[in-house]
């Protein structure tokens, strides 16, 4: 079986949350039979197609970027190629010039969504959007979201809830490099035995403007791992607030990435807006058993982290009750252990990419029966 994943953009371009889901998914089923492809867009002249963990990454060239969707000519062509090769399409949601590509090219195959977000910046553009987003949504055969939390509290996942399954994002560790005993002997020298770490893009719904404000007038080490367009701008306002207790680290490779996890006290994510549909560095945590702090915003974040279980859950954009959490993991060593345990406990439960990528391939199989018996 073949299928084609359609996004705007992958690994190795770009390396955020939805990539991953979309790699782990390529890579994964391949062990299963299935032949999986990835297109995307990408502003670089870099090669058209190229192997990437046991499978095709195929890039059309981005013209235009507007209000965060890309644009792209030559994609039309490239996608109707690979789509006519393949048995399914795996689209991956939000990304609204995608739409208009399945509804020119007339894709005839059996269709899959993963609803990744809700669209939440853009509310004027998205009034203009929702017929066709209506209309996108409408014609594929099933939509795939991440989970039960934000499928209950999605309006737009609502109005498909007879055709909407929940498959939680699963993670695979042993894809994850070892931590080398020099790493984790210099992050420890460098930040100390007991620090807070968040991971991730420094994007708008993060968040960490709240943690910053909630570091002050404590003295615990918080290390913000990742780079992104508020960087400069988080650097500001804890300069500003005199905060001697946060590390910068930037984007950092995963092997460093992997030594953090490993060292740290706890993961703190603190994102305050749908944006924010399930948090892969949030599994990360409770992967590498790390009792969490996250907020509560309806989506699977509270998923992931079941407050006084596995972590603390918190109100978002609430710096009082963030720096409560903070203080109250930090003075509770015992109890911050066995959060983490629980934590990890959960994610070999809910959370592996195993479970993900078998049900995926169920979810494939069942599309192209379907479509078989209806061509008879």
């Known amino acids: 079986m073949k299928v084609?994943?359609?996004?705007?953009?992958?690994?190795?371009?770009?390396?955020?949350?939805?990539?991953q889901v979309i790699n782990q998914i390529a890579r994964g089923t391949r062990v299963l039979g299935i032949k999986s492809e990835v297109l995307s867009l990408t502003p670089d002249r870099v090669p058209r197609t190229i192997e990437i963990d046991g499978y095709l990454a195929h890039r059309a060239r981005r013209n235009l970027q507007i209000a965060s969707t890309d644009f792209s000519t030559s994609v039309f062509l490239r996608f109707s190629e690979l789509a006519e090769k393949a048995d399914v399409i795996h689209y991956h949601y939000p990304w609204p010039f995608m739409d208009?590509?399945?509804?020119?090219?007339?894709?005839?195959?059996?269709?899959?969504?993963?609803?990744?977000s809700d669209i939440i910046r853009q509310k004027h553009l998205l009034k203009l959007y929702r017929p066709l987003q209506q209309r996108f949504l409408a014609s594929m055969d099933r939509i795939v979201a991440t989970s039960p939390n934000y499928l209950s509290t999605s309006r737009i996942l609502e109005k498909f809830s007879g055709k909407v399954d929940v498959i939680p994002i699963g993670l695979d560790k042993a894809t994850y490099p070892e931590p080398t005993p020099d790493r984790l002997k210099y992050w420890r020298d460098n930040l100390g035995p007991k620090f807070f770490l968040f991971v991730g893009v420094l994007r708008y719904y993060k968040g960490l403007h709240i943690l910053l404000e909630a570091a002050q007038g404590t003295d615990y080490p918080v290390v913000i791992v990742g780079a992104g367009p508020i960087e400069q701008e988080l650097k500001t306002q804890a300069a500003q607030l005199g905060l001697r207790n946060i590390h910068f680290l930037g984007h950092l490779p995963d092997r460093e990435k992997v030594a953090l996890l490993t060292l740290c006290y706890g993961?703190?994510?603190?994102?305050?807006?749908?944006?924010?549909?399930?948090?892969?560095?949030?599994?990360?945590?409770?992967?590498?058993?790390?009792?969490?702090?996250s907020s509560e915003i309806g989506t699977g974040t509270t998923f992931i982290n079941i407050g006084?279980?596995?972590?603390?859950?918190?109100?978002p954009s609430d710096p009082d009750a963030l720096r409560h959490a903070l203080r109250y993991l930090w003075e509770h060593p015992e109890e911050a252990a066995t959060m983490g345990e629980r934590a990890e406990k959960r994610y070999w439960q809910h959370f592996t990419a195993e479970q993900m990528v078998e049900s995926y391939v169920d979810l494939y199989g069942d599309l192209v029966r379907q479509y078989r018996d209806r061509s008879r």
């Open 267 to 293: 993961v703190v994510f603190p994102s305050h807006l749908r944006s924010e549909a399930f948090g892969i560095s949030l599994l990360e945590g409770a992967m590498y058993g790390k009792p969490m702090i």
């Open 100 to 116: 208009v590509v399945h509804f020119a090219v007339g894709v005839k195959k059996p269709t899959v969504v993963t609803y990744h």
């Open 4 to 19: 084609l994943h359609f996004y705007r953009t992958s690994f190795p371009d770009t390396m955020g949350g939805v990539e």
């Open 308 to 315: 006084n279980d596995t972590g603390l859950v918190v109100p």
